[in-house]
């Protein structure tokens, strides 16, 4: 049996593929690329259907954060000509989040830049849930606001929240390469918070670093281990005036390669391509569905995105459909167990002490597939800066957002 039928079969019982087999989907070939995609294709319809889960962005609060990500617009230093605006009141973040729920968005993600929230924050964001569930009673509210002290995700489970996002973004081995005003291990502290408080964990990664191939399986496996119910994959936007803004190392074929790799690694949770999509993807975007089961409609924090009618029309070309609002989007085993992948005992959570789940430093070895291998490294995409476009409208402007 070759490395895809055997990816194939995996996903199906949900059980983790060794680092090497996530590994070799990274390093297969462009020629390889529809091979690949077709694979993890059919977990992904096993698992979700033909479905596409739309969520929307609020910018509660944007710019001027005391933390320096690398990657980041918002960060500690940047030069990045982004919006720059302090926090919205309920009526203004209800009004913003109206216009992505009636594009067809079933969860709504409140965003506000800096290290972490205070008391009085958490006041102001639950005001805000409260204000939106009162206008849209099924919508689901994820908050995202940094750093979580004890107690706090508590309170916005009690205000109305159903879920929390917090990325590990990359690898433990390399996070402070990325970050130096907090660690890895805070930001693992948070989602752990997350799921004690009874929210939804939403944790993913950001590729287009200039990281390896290790990293990326290394932030992967961690992510299976952390167990959220949600994967958000974003492709890095190289932004002007940030320390990362001449990394340019994506193509279209290494998107969707990392997309695959991630569903067959958490088969059964809702993988999301967030971030960057437009730009790194591009024309082949449509393709990308059949991997991840869940995109943002419209903008997103301080850049622009596709138009949200263009976001509709590519779904239902693709032959997809858009999520209802009475849908569940999880597999029924994960929502009677309140758990996601990799929390069962027969799924393999990640954790497993055999040679097979190692350190992920392997050259490719062990792997029984008939796929090409990439002998060499792709080249780095040409740089495409007229993609990325500052969000000028929306949240925190008095121009109607993109939705």
């Not at 059980?15 to 390889?32: F, G, I, K, N, Q």
């Not at 800096?114 to 849209?136: E, H, L």
Request: proline share 3%.
């Amino acid at each position: 049996m070759d490395l895809l039928n055997t990816l194939v079969d995996k996903g199906l019982r949900r059980e983790l593929p060794t680092r090497d087999e996530a590994l070799a989907v990274l390093a297969t070939s462009d020629d390889d690329v529809l091979d690949v995609v077709a694979a993890a294709g059919k977990v992904r319809r096993h698992w979700f259907g033909r479905r596409v889960k739309l969520n929307y962005l609020v910018n509660l609060k944007s710019g001027l954060c005391p933390e320096d990500c690398s990657y980041c617009s918002q960060r500690l230093g940047s030069k990045a000509d982004i919006l720059k605006y302090t926090w919205l009141k309920p009526d203004q973040a209800s009004q913003a989040a109206a216009a992505g729920l009636a594009g067809g968005a079933k969860r709504v993600c409140l965003v506000a830049s800096g290290r972490g929230p205070t008391d009085r924050d958490v006041d102001r964001v639950s005001d805000t849930i409260k204000a939106i569930k009162d206008q849209n009673e099924d919508v689901e509210v994820c908050a995202c606001l940094g750093l979580l002290s004890d107690g706090q995700a508590e309170r916005l489970r009690e205000a109305g929240a159903d879920a929390y996002n917090h990325n590990l973004n990359t690898s433990e081995g390399t996070y402070g390469d990325i970050t130096t005003t907090h660690t890895y291990a805070d930001r693992v502290d948070t989602v752990q918070k997350a799921h004690a408080a009874g929210l939804s964990a939403c944790s993913g990664l950001i590729a287009g670093m200039g990281e390896s191939d290790e990293d990326l399986v290394d932030v992967v496996y961690s992510l299976r281990e952390l167990d959220p119910d949600s994967v958000p994959v974003n492709f890095l936007i190289p932004f002007e005036g940030t320390p990362l803004a001449k990394e340019w190392n994506l193509t279209p074929q290494r998107c969707l390669r990392i997309l695959a790799m991630v569903r067959f690694v958490c088969p059964d949770v809702e993988v999301r391509i967030a971030g960057g999509r437009e730009v790194h993807l591009r024309t082949m975007q449509p393709l990308a569905l059949n991997l991840a089961n869940s995109i943002f409609l419209g903008d997103y924090l301080t850049s622009e995105g596709q138009a949200g009618k263009a976001d509709l029309e590519m779904i239902a070309d693709a032959g997809f459909e858009v999520e209802g609002a009475g849908e569940v989007t999880l597999p029924e085993h994960r929502v009677t167990a309140g758990a996601g992948c990799g929390a069962h005992a027969e799924a393999g959570c990640g954790a497993h002490a055999d040679a097979d789940a190692g350190c992920g430093s392997h050259e490719g070895g062990g792997v029984c597939g008939s796929v090409k291998v990439q002998a060499e490294q792709e080249q780095p995409a040409e740089a495409r800066t007229d993609l990325v476009a500052v969000r000028r409208r929306g949240a925190g402007t008095d121009l109607a957002p993109n939705a």
